[in-house]
């Protein structure tokens, strides 16, 4: 048995001591602990909680099954507010679009007569109820912002909302480019085993623009929409589908501004720049030839460049017919130069001299008939 000799003692009561002061200031620090958290925990409640005695539970055969299943077709109300127009790309023929969408539709078996309780107070989403598929036909890249959430109100109106960003496919028509007038479309239109039964109706009360779009170049308007029916042709038994579908229109104005000061005033000083060769006197033949050669070298560089911002159509717009009359009466420049130097060259100058001085006139006629017939009328 080991003896404790009084300095150890000494000792080993010095070190309760510690460990007690210890003690003492940790259950001082709980304490303050629990008074402090104490009140949090009795009031605080989680999120949703005061919902927890809410019953928003409903048949599963109201999520299969479209409200009005005796023949008659559902109302679907759609809002569409076109937030912001972000570009148009003439070369893909698209648009980006901001757009917020607002869709409702009435189901009675959810209202609060039917269930004898209201579902105004609970969330749910797409696929718990039966909704109206439908889809943007037109829409090339691009999806939701927002979750599908739907809310139901005490007389069974369902309302859903989304937040839509991307591109949209739109047949743009370029024959008066760069005057042109161009229709940018948002075609919704329903699928699926219901498609035929629902009636698409415009929500005017939530369809609009904002004031101001951030796109350059285009003046854009709102159009009156369009509520119709779209009939598909397949290859199976079923020969035709009827399908709801609703057209929102947007009319484009392009400012044509750019076009006349960076594009067609540059091909002007071109084809002048040809005109200049009738000043020059026929026995000069060098120069004349030079001042040609140059003005077609400058066209061609010129139309090359002029393809990365030109729309890619298989058919003449208004400017491709001002280019290529252009084109062609600068190489009839060329071919008077050269015509004039061999005149003049056997021996006749008083001759060339004439053509020369009546093609400064002829020249100058046919590049206004050309400007007036392909930019004004």
Not at 11 to 28: E, I, P, Q
Not at 202 to 220: A, M, P, Q
Request: glycine fraction near 6%.
């Amino acid at each position: 048995m080991k003896v404790i000799k009084p300095r150890e003692t000494e000792k080993l009561y010095s070190g309760l001591d510690n460990v007690y002061a210890v003690n003492s200031w940790t259950r001082l620090i709980l304490f303050f602990f629990i008074i402090l958290l104490l009140p949090v925990s009795v009031f605080a409640q989680a999120p949703g909680s005061e919902n927890s005695d809410i019953d928003c539970s409903i048949p599963k055969i109201f999520k299969t099954r479209r409200p009005d299943s005796q023949g008659i077709k559902t109302p679907v109300k759609i809002g569409l507010y076109i937030i912001d127009i972000k570009g148009i790309n003439d070369v893909e023929q698209t648009f980006k679009a901001d757009v917020f969408i607002n869709v409702s539709w009435r189901d009675p078996r959810l209202s609060e007569n039917s269930l004898v309780r209201s579902l105004k107070e609970c969330v749910f989403t797409l696929k718990d109820l039966w909704n109206p598929p439908f889809f943007a036909v037109n829409r090339s890249t691009g999806g939701k912002l927002l979750d599908d959430i739907v809310t139901v109100d005490a007389e069974g109106n369902v309302n859903y909302k989304q937040h839509y960003v991307g591109e949209l496919a739109t047949d743009l028509l370029f024959a008066e480019f760069p005057f042109d007038k161009q229709l940018l479309q948002f075609n919704l239109m329903a699928y699926g085993p219901d498609a035929g039964n629902i009636a698409f109706e415009v929500d005017y009360e939530l369809t609009g623009t904002r004031d101001k779009f951030s796109i350059e170049g285009w003046s854009v308007e709102f159009l009156d929409a369009i509520v119709k029916s779209e009939s598909i042709t397949t290859i199976g038994s079923e020969k035709v589908h009827n399908f709801a579908r609703v057209d929102f229109r947007l009319s484009a104005h392009r400012d044509k501004n750019y076009y006349l000061w960076k594009v067609i005033t540059p091909l002007c000083f071109i084809v002048l720049m040809a005109w200049a060769v009738f000043w020059i006197d026929p026995s000069q033949f060098g120069p004349q030839i030079g001042l040609s050669t140059a003005t077609v070298f400058t066209l061609i560089a010129y139309r090359f460049s002029l393809g990365f911002t030109l729309p890619k159509v298989s058919y003449f717009t208004r400017i491709d017919e001002f280019i290529l009359f252009s084109t062609i009466l600068v190489f009839l420049a060329l071919g008077t130069a050269i015509t004039t130097g061999k005149i003049t060259t056997d021996g006749n100058k008083e001759l060339a001299q004439k053509i020369e001085y009546w093609a400064r006139y002829i020249y100058l006629i046919l590049f206004l008939i050309i400007i007036v017939f392909t930019l004004w009328f």
